[in-house]
């Protein structure tokens, strides 16, 4: 895999509401499917699903079983091929280690917001940092209302805002997931 170095993550804890306030975000069945196709698509080592409550845990779990082993694997061989690079976890510092175990190097976080940081970084410039393959990185996407800013703030990098035409702003996950892959990996980005 081209980019096997790189990871993603959707992150349903931490997240913040309208309040600002720390919750546990719901999965949804649609984010499965929709970010596990593009980060196969563009070769990523795997997609993390970083999920704390047990029930949401066993719901996600056996849509893994359905896809990777179940009636899925031999109904849709190509959703289950990326179903393969699905991985679910308690939190980010596991998923961390998980990747650590997996490749030998702790990755770098590189976070989304639609807000800038200091450490905000250019889609551009983030794609030639990656395309070195110096390191091992893994992009985490909020839910909700997005990530703790405390959280953000204490990534590596975080990732130019998506800008649309106006001032709306409020993209689903599955899509700032496969427009922020599409920047750093397409061969025919701009």
């Given amino acids: 895999m081209k980019n096997s170095h790189v990871f ?3 992150v349903h804890y931490p997240a913040v509401n309208k309040d600002k306030k720390w ?3 719901s999965f ?6 929709d970010i596990a196709r593009p980060a196969r698509t563009y070769e990523l080592g795997g997609y993390y ?8 845990q066993f719901v996600i779990s056996e849509q893994i079983k359905y896809w990777t ?3 899925g694997s031999t109904f849709n061989p190509r959703r289950a091929e990326a179903a393969k690079l699905v ?9 961390m280690e998980k990747i650590k175990e ?3 190097k702790t990755p770098k976080l590189i976070a989304t917001s639609a807000k800038k940081y200091p450490q905000t970084i250019s889609y551009k410039e983030m794609a030639e940092i990656i395309s070195k393959k110096e390191d091992v990185f893994l992009i985490l996407m909020g839910t909700g209302w997005g990530m703790p800013e405390e959280l953000v703030s204490s990534c ?7 800008l649309g035409a106006g001032e709306y702003n409020h993209l689903s996950v599955r899509n700032a997931s496969a427009i922020v892959l599409d920047r750093l990996f397409s061969p025919n980005r701009c």
């Fill in 8 to 10: 993603i993550s959707v």
């Fill in 69 to 71: 082993e179940g009636f």
């Fill in 23 to 25: 919750v546990v975000t």
């Fill in 28 to 33: 949804t069945t649609l984010d499965f499917h």
């Fill in 156 to 162: 590596d990098y975080v990732l130019e805002p998506i």
């Fill in 102 to 104: 997996e490749t030998g």
């Fill in 49 to 56: 699903i970083v999920q704390p409550l047990e029930a949401q």
């Fill in 87 to 95: 991985r679910l976890v308690s939190s980010i510092t596991e998923a």
